[in-house]
Structures are given as C-alpha cells and as structure tokens.
C-alpha cells in the first residue's frame, strides 16, 4: 500500500512503526456548534482509510480529539449564559450522532482537551526546561526559530514568512521574542475557564493539544497523522516543532491531507449564504449519499457540493442498491439451489473485481477509481443475476457487492421500508385495474402516487417500488 506523505511530497511504500500495527491521529472538531460539511469530509474519508488498513489485517488505534475548549466555545457560551463546558459537552453528543448516521465509527479513543491539561503542562514544561520556551507574565511561547526544521511540512520558509507573507505570521504581542513564536500556554481573562499551571491560571494553546493527546495515546512517534489542508500551516507545522523537540524523535511518519470542499465553486462561508450544516443536508439527503459523494473523488483532489452533484450521487448510490435488491429477488425466486458449473466459473471471474478493487485502494485510498471497480461489478451483477440463476449464484454476487461497499462504509443492503396504509391501498388498486385492463385508471393511480413520491416499477416478480 502506497500513501502520499505531505511530508516528502510524493507517494510512498507504507512501513509501519510496529509489523501488523498502525497508530493514526486524525483532528477532529472544534465543539462550539452543529459539524458542517466541510467537517464531514475528513472524517469520512480517514475513516475509510481506517476501514481498508483493518481489511487488510491491519490492527488500527484510531485517535481522534474533539477540541472543548477554545475562544468560540467561550464565546458561543457567553453568548447563551451557560458554561463553556456545557456547549462542548452538547455538540460532542451532536457530533456523535452525526457521525453514526454517516456511518463514521467512533475512534478508538476520543481525548478531550479539557481532560488532557495535566499533560500538556508537562509537555511545556519540557520545551521550557530544553530552552524552546519562555515564559513572559503568564505567557509561555515556543521558540520557533530554535527548532531548525520548522517549515518542513509546509515547505515555508520562516524568513519569508517574516518579510514577505506577513499574513502567516502567528499573531501575538510586543512581548515575544520573535513575532513568528507560538502560543503555548495563556492566562485566563475575565469570565473563562482556567486551570492552574506553574506560570498562570489559564489554559492551554491549540497547538499543544494535539500533540499531547497523541503522545498520550499513541506514544511519542505515531505511523499517520492526518486532517484537511488548511491544518498543515500553522497547526500541524507547531504540532511537529513542539513534539519533535519534547520526544526528541521524529512525531509522524506519515502525514495524510484532505483537500477543501467548496459549494457551487466558491468556498463555504455563511457570508455567503452556502454554509451547510450535516444536519442541513441530511434533511434533503439520506447521509449515505453524503458519503458516497464524499468519496467519489479522491481525498487529495477538490471537491465541489451542489445540488446537482448530490442528484447525481443519489442516482449513482441508487444503482448499487438497486443491483443489491435484485439479488435479493432472484435468492427468494429461485428454483433452483445450487450452482451450475457455469456459474462457478461466473465467480471466478468475478474476482477480478475484488483485484481491482484492491489496487486502486492501495494506491493512496483511491476511493474514485474503487467506486468504478464497484459499478463494473454492479454491471455484472444486472447481467449474470437471472431469474433462471441458482440462489446460491445470486447469494454469492450480493455478498460481493456488499462486501466491497463495506469496506467504504456504504450501506447497500436496506431494509424494506413499509408504506403507509393508504399508499398500499393505492398499490393495490393500481394492480386490481391493470388486471381488470382498465389501463387509464392504472395510470392515474401511478401519477398520483408519483406525486406523493412514490415511484412504481413493474416487473417479472412483481410490483416494486422507491422513494423518489
């Protein structure tokens, strides 16, 4: 399986630190509201990574933090008249939920900030005690120039930084040594919540966070760190500086990015009025949907959301569901059990799927080209799945497709939903005057249920039907 390091800008063979064992740390949200889309698409796609690296024999200690106590938390807050923990604690139960519809397992471990101060303090005191911190009143600030290889995942340079892209620079005051240096711990203001630390009651920078939370649960050197692009500078960047320089070994071998998600072209923004929350969306769309539109381009490529391009995932998903429901007809059919030895050699052919399925998969979570060897198989699925197949033939090209479409967390195989009384009455009434062959009330009765989103399809084995 081959990774495309950010670090080193290219793809690479994966070696993991342990044989048989991957540590992977994936930043998670910042708690103050509903998640948006954009939040969704790291969490999808890691978490299929994640799904595939198990696949493969992999066993996988997934951390992923929930950030529950910043400014906006502090803000959304104040605003409210509540605590800062109140709001962290009511948008983690939020998140949560948001992430089981989309079909996102919950991480090994989920490390909150808050409960994670005693060793960020350490952490700082560390850096302090090795001469890449100071303390000014209350403030402690990484020295940033101390530690030579700053700038090397994001491949900036901090000269330029200084002179030349000033808008990078880490803002901050009068009082440091250098306007480039990072918080690492702060004093509290009036009306925040604080801990107490050697240098002031306060609480700690963003960046220390993470990388004590994955120095907790992962250990001091971890495979894969991985988030969206906008993390790489400055966040991901300090991550690097303060662990390197506290575990005086390398933090992550591997360092996986998400590219952006932008609504009809333009990046999200509520300015704008295209902000979507997950909620929002799944108001118009079943969440797997999301997901499969999530994953049907490449994590590192951008991605655009519209409606139109959901229209067209619905479609995509629906097929695959359809091939599923097919199968599934075809096993209840079936007169005959077992397979013929044409149909032996139908499965064998169909292997090459799971071939394909797999190379695209180990050449950087190819999820785009993974979603083709899919549909190749879906064809294969409608063509070879007849009503004279055995069930054990269908039984076992079902079993395929859902198999792979697991392993990106699709649910292909639905339940049946059940009608309300009166749609089935409807049905009914439908099937009674096509047999009486009064053809104009059958219309009739279709292009009123297809007003009440309710589509027909007629078929050998029956009548079936779907939401529009």
């Known amino acids: 399986m ?21 540590s992977m740390y994936v930043c998670g949200p910042t708690v103050y509201n509903l998640i948006h889309i954009g939040n969704a698409r790291p969490m999808i796609v890691f978490d299929t990574a994640r799904r595939y690296m198990e696949y493969k024999g992999y066993k996988v200690n997934y951390v992923s933090n929930f950030t529950d106590v910043d400014d906006k938390i502090i803000a ?11 709001i962290s604690r009511r948008y983690i139960a939020e998140c949560k ?13 989920h490390p909150l900030a808050t409960q994670e101060i005693p060793g960020m303090i350490n952490m700082i005191q560390t850096l302090i005690d090795r001469g890449y911190a100071y303390d000014v009143n209350g403030t402690v600030y990484f020295r940033t120039r101390k530690f030579d290889e700053y700038g090397k995942l ?27 240096d990072f918080v690492l711990w702060k004093p509290k203001k009036e009306g925040e919540p604080a801990w107490k630390s050697p240098w002031s009651d306060g609480r700690p920078g963003w960046h220390i966070e993470c990388s004590e939370m994955s120095k907790r649960y992962l250990g001091d050197e971890i495979d894969i760190h991985a988030g969206g692009e906008d993390l790489i500078f400055p966040h991901h960047e300090n991550e690097i500086a303060q662990s390197e320089c506290c575990n005086e070994k390398p933090f992550a071998r591997y360092w996986l990015h998400n590219a952006f998600l932008n609504i009809d072209n333009k990046k999200m923004s509520k300015s704008l009025g295209n902000f979507f929350t997950v909620r929002d969306i799944k108001e ?38 359809t091939a599923v429901d097919h199968c599934k007809d075809i096993i209840c059919a079936a007169k005959a059990e077992k397979l013929t030895a044409e149909e032996q050699q139908s499965i064998r052919e169909m292997g090459n799927y799971r071939v394909k399925f797999e190379s695209y998969m180990d050449d950087d979570i190819n999820t785009a080209d993974a979603i083709s060897a899919i549909f190749e198989l879906v064809k294969f699925a409608n063509t070879e799945v007849k009503e004279e197949s055995s069930s054990e033939f269908a039984k076992t090209v079902k079993a395929e497709i859902v ?20 749609i089935e009455e409807l049905i009914a009434k439908r099937q009674q005057a096509r047999k009486s062959k009064d053809f104009a009330k059958a219309d009739g009765i279709r292009d009123q249920l297809t007003r009440m989103g309710i589509v027909l399809e007629d078929t050998r084995e029956g009548v079936k039907w779907k939401r529009i």
């Open 2 to 22: 081959k990774l495309y390091n950010t670090l080193t800008r290219k793809k690479e063979e994966f070696i993991p630190l342990k044989k048989g064992e991957i």
């Open 76 to 86: 959304k807050a104040m605003e409210e008249g509540v605590t800062a923990e109140e």
């Open 97 to 109: 939920k948001d992430m089981a519809a989309m079909n996102v397992r919950p991480a090994t471990v």
């Open 154 to 180: 994001s491949h900036k340079n901090l000269d330029d930084l200084r002179s030349g892209n000033r808008s990078l620079q880490v803002t901050g005051e009068e009082q440091k040594e250098d306007p480039l």
């Open 284 to 321: 118009k769309y079943d969440l797997q949907i999301l997901r499969f539109f999530m994953l049907s381009a490449h994590y590192r490529s951008p991605l655009n959301f519209s409606d139109q391009i959901m229209d067209a995932s619905k479609n995509a998903y629906g097929r695959i569901v």
């Open 403 to 422: 198999s792979l479409c697991e392993i990106l967390g699709l649910i292909v195989d639905r339940k049946k939903e059940t009608l309300d009384d009166d």
